[in-house]
């Protein structure tokens, strides 16, 4: 067994296999369409490369209805399996919200109401059980106002529905309203400041193999260990990591280094390179001397 090395001295091979594309979404596809382009384009080039990996599988981080568009992360191949990471993040939405009469001049302060916790039902069309359930509005602004449009800005926590969170607001405004455009700006940890178009990906993948020029392709994949900035760390030892590739969890013994963490916290661990081993749950104490520090979810190598 070979473990992986550091994330900056991945070949163009093993970065699509264990890589992530921070893809601007266009309008028109599903989300699930736009991921399985991308794995296509990358299994063909694969072949035609003679690469001795293999990617059959892409995954999108939080589902963007056909019309939606922004910040879409991409994995691809063994990175699909730390979609795990992505419900731990905030989201951030640009979104116009069309109200059925002119806005009233108290817009402002009845947005405001919203921010903090609030009650959601999934809508009818969503892959989740239609039951009532409490998601966070961490930050909700009015950006502009034009007769019946408002501009809205929303930091929310993940799961939340903001075509119901408009439908709320119109609502309350005495107006009623629906969502109109909307745009994905952040998933964290990823945001429209590194945005790429899938032509950007497909031109990328063009150079790496018919002119044997990877430069493109290492600016817009990067190495799955992206996906895990937002999470605590656990840099655990070479010989550990070995063991967590067999199904053991990690043990006291083997363990280097612990971020600061709660007890049943999601953490990435991570051999002393920087090369992501396994996801798992903190489940014991890193400095005792012997037991369980790590319960392994999602085993990565």
């Given amino acids: 067994m070979v473990l992986r090395g550091p994330p900056e001295e991945r070949s163009p091979e093993a970065l699509l296999e264990f890589g992530v594309v921070n893809l601007d979404k266009p309008p028109g596809p599903s989300s699930h369409q736009v991921s399985g382009w991308l794995r296509d384009a990358v299994a063909e080039t694969l072949e035609a490369a003679d690469a001795d990996v293999t990617v059959e599988k892409a995954a999108h981080a939080g589902t963007l209805d056909p019309k939606v568009t922004g910040c879409l992360p991409v994995m691809l191949g063994t990175a699909t399996r730390l979609a795990p990471a992505f419900l731990e993040g905030e989201k ?54 034009d007769d019946r449009r408002v501009l809205l800005r929303i930091r929310c926590e993940s799961g939340t529905y903001v075509r119901k969170l408009c439908h709320d607001l119109g609502l309350a405004l005495g107006t009623g309203a629906h969502m109109g455009d909307l745009r994905r700006t952040a998933t964290e940890p990823f945001d429209d400041r590194t945005l790429h178009s899938a032509h950007d990906f497909l031109d990328a993948l063009a150079f790496w193999l018919e002119d044997d020029d990877p430069d493109p392709l290492y600016e817009v994949v990067e190495p799955g260990e992206r996906i895990l900035e937002g999470l605590p760390g656990v840099t655990i030892a070479e010989s550990a990591a070995e063991q967590v590739a067999e199904g053991a969890p990690v043990y006291a013994p083997g363990v280097l280094e612990v971020d600061d963490a709660d007890r049943d916290d999601l953490v990435a661990c991570y051999t002393s390179n920087g090369a992501a081993v396994c996801l798992g749950r903190l489940v014991g104490d890193p400095d005792a001397e012997e037991g369980t520090v790590v319960d392994l979810e999602r085993v990565l190598v």
């Fill in 92 to 145: 951030e939405y640009v979104a116009v919200l069309e109200c059925h009469a002119p806005v009233p001049a108290d817009v402002e302060s009845v947005v405001a109401e919203f921010e903090g916790p609030i009650y959601q039902k999934p809508p009818r069309k969503s892959a989740v059980a239609r039951r009532l359930r409490v998601r966070e509005v961490y930050d909700l602004e009015v950006l502009e106002t």
